[in-house]
Nanobody, 119 residues
Framework: QVQLVESGGGLVQPGGSLRLSCAASVSIFNINVMGWYRQAPGKQRELSATITRGGSTNYADSVKGRFTISRDNAKNTVYLQMNSLKPEDTAVYYC?????????????WGQGTQVTVSS
């Protein structure tokens, strides 16, 4: 089981930026898909972005062009750079490690980090 620890959340004004980090307890080199998901109050958890072992990325339409996911295999860390933040980006952001590419529910989750976008 992969242990994941997210950090970097906080309070930011609309239009601002944050960078989330997800540190894994094991090497992520062989983990097929690493992802960031978010859950707003009263809503279901949803995809924000994923990145494969080969570096291919996928983004939700709501964050495309504003968020960038990256992975540093040497540091066992995945990042989510979030720019031009909007109030609707407010949510708890969760990191996911999907080792075999079977979908996020088959993988490991972090404890989440709160992002609040408000003036």
């Amino acid at each position: 089981q992969v242990q994941l620890v997210e950090s970097g959340g906080g309070l930011v004004q609309p239009g601002g930026s944050l960078r989330l980090s997800c540190a894994a307890s094991v090497s992520i080199f062989n983990i097929n898909v690493m992802g960031w998901y978010r859950q707003a109050p009263g809503k279901q958890r949803e995809l924000s972005a994923t990145i494969t072992r080969g570096g291919s990325t996928n983004y939700a339409d709501s964050v495309k062009g504003r968020f960038t996911i990256s992975r540093d295999n040497a540091k066992n860390t995945v990042y989510l750079q979030m720019n031009s933040l909007k109030p609707e980006d407010t949510a708890v952001y969760y990191c996911n490690a999907d080792r075999y590419g079977l979908g996020p529910n088959s993988g490991s989750w972090g404890q989440g980090t709160q992002v609040t976008v408000s003036s």
